[in-house]
């Protein structure tokens, strides 16, 4: 059963950069039918895509969030990540990664299906 | 982006009532629309995708329908572990992905 896991600082500092790492097991992240995803919810507030990477490291990134976001794959470890830059309150958040069903590779549908439980992060010096 | 509004924003329901939550586009998406459920403190939960194709093994008392601009979900039969937020999004070609703002529901 494929799970998955984000880990992490859950605090940063203002202008920092904020560094998650989503772990994947139970199966492989090399799989060629899915991207992987991240996406966050600031508290009491709606969701919020972030961006999108495939095992080849081929990524896609919400246009307003693109200046700041990095999303990298390390195949060898299972793992991809997330990186954002110049962070602000604003980016207070539980960021959630997620296997995202995409049609750039063939799905019929975009969806986000399997998801980690979530880690918050609150930016606060 | 494409600006996605359900309503209504809170809904209290009793148990075995029938639930319908509304998802409208800013602009035609087609059938290209997925449905989550979020109970507290939970990750969202993909419900139905392609407007109204339901996951493996959700519960058949759940659907939805639409296209276009104007989007459906229900719940048949409201049940107690139903409680939860519901939120729309949309995958259409133009990114970025968007979600609604969520709908939560409530047992009356």
Redesign the interface.
């Known amino acids: 059963q494929l799970q998955l896991q984000e880990s992490g600082p859950g605090l940063v500092k203002p202008s920092e950069t904020l560094s998650l790492t989503c772990t994947v097991s139970g199966g492989s992240i090399s799989s060629s039918s899915y991207y992987w995803g991240w996406i966050r919810q600031p508290p009491g507030k ?4 972030i961006g999108s990477i495939y095992y080849s490291g081929s990524t ?1 990134y ?3 969030l693109k200046s700041r976001v990095t999303i990298s794959v390390d195949t060898s470890k299972n793992q991809f990540s997330l990186k954002l830059s110049s962070v602000t309150a604003a980016d207070t958040a539980v960021y ?1 990664c ?1 296997r995202h ?1 995409n ?1 750039i590779v063939g799905a ?6 399997i ?4 880690t918050m992060v609150t930016v606060s010096s | 982006d494409i600006q996605m509004t359900q309503s209504p924003s809170s809904l209290s329901a009793s148990v075995g009532d029938r639930v319908t939550i509304t998802c409208q586009a800013s602009q035609d998406i087609s059938n290209y629309l997925n449905w989550y459920q979020q109970k507290p403190g939970k990750a969202p939960k993909l419900l139905i995708y392609d407007a109204s194709n339901l996951e493996t093994g959700v519960p058949s008392r759940f659907s939805g329908s639409g296209s276009g601009t104007d989007f459906t979900f229900t719940i048949s039969s409201l049940q107690p572990e139903d409680i939860a937020t519901y939120y729309c999004q949309q995958y259409d070609n133009l990114l970025p992905y968007t979600f609604g703002q969520g709908t939560k529901l409530e047992i009356k």
């Open positions: 709606g969701l919020e895509w896609y919400n246009p307003s959630y997620a069903v049609r019929t549908f975009d969806a986000f299906d998801w980690g439980q979530g």
